[in-house]
């Protein structure tokens, strides 16, 4: 387990994976846990290029910036940005996905939380009205409005996945329509999801030390 929880900083890309799935977070956060599987892989060959650091400019004589560092004393964060974008003064994060959008508001949220670091770093810059989400997938750019709700629902996450971390146990598995984001999950063989929804659908007393 990783020691001293509470004054550690979160990896933004971390927040993505509270929102999709809190246990999931407990494990590779808290117990730092990862296991790999061809969705990781295809994922990680997809950023080879992406995450190579550098920047340039566009015909139009935009600059864009690739793999920026970034940080909140703040908030507690630290991570990456695929990409920033410099339009004329006017700052937008890019992140690169693998799959297609989906129905929930990870991947959002984890740009919002790029954009706060910016705008902690350069408040001369902000705020930062957008910024963007690209899908190997679907091969199409989603533009995202860095709405004052959306930048709520950031926050609130953050503060959420920090509670989770300090309170050292184990959320249980997703359930109901949510339980679908198991499927391609790289970390079942570890969280086992389904043998832990029937054990306590059968009124089981689960100890989730034995899963972990």
Not at 34 to 57: K, R, S, W
Not at 64 to 76: C, D, E, K, N, Y
Not at 79 to 102: I, M, R, T, W
Not at 166 to 189: E, M
Request: proline letters at 5%.
């Amino acid at each position: 387990m990783n020691a001293e929880i509470g004054d550690e900083f979160i990896p933004i890309s971390l927040l993505n994976t509270y929102v999709y799935c809190p246990r999931r977070f407990y494990y590779e956060y808290v117990q730092a846990e990862m296991l790999v599987n061809e969705f990781v892989l295809e994922g990680t060959l997809q950023h080879a290029n992406i995450d190579a650091p550098g920047e340039h400019l566009t015909a139009e004589g935009d600059l864009m910036i690739r793999r920026v560092p970034l940080s909140s004393a703040t908030l507690g964060l630290t991570g990456f940005a695929d990409l920033v974008e410099d339009d004329s003064g006017a700052l937008c994060p890019v992140e690169y996905k693998h799959g297609q959008s989906g129905r929930w508001l990870n991947d959002h949220v984890q740009l919002c939380a790029q954009a706060l670091c910016l705008e902690e770093r350069l408040p001369e810059r902000a705020p930062i009205a957008r910024g963007a989400i690209f899908y190997f997938g679907s091969r199409r750019r989603e533009t995202v409005a860095l709405t004052a709700e959306l930048r709520e629902r950031t926050r609130a996450t953050i503060a959420q996945a920090r509670e989770l971390a300090a309170q050292g146990t184990i959320p249980a598995p997703l359930t109901g329509r949510a339980a679908v984001r198991c499927g391609d999950c790289s970390l079942q063989p570890l969280c086992l999801p389904e043998e832990v929804r029937r054990l306590r659908e059968k009124g089981a007393t689960i100890d989730d030390a034995v899963f972990d």
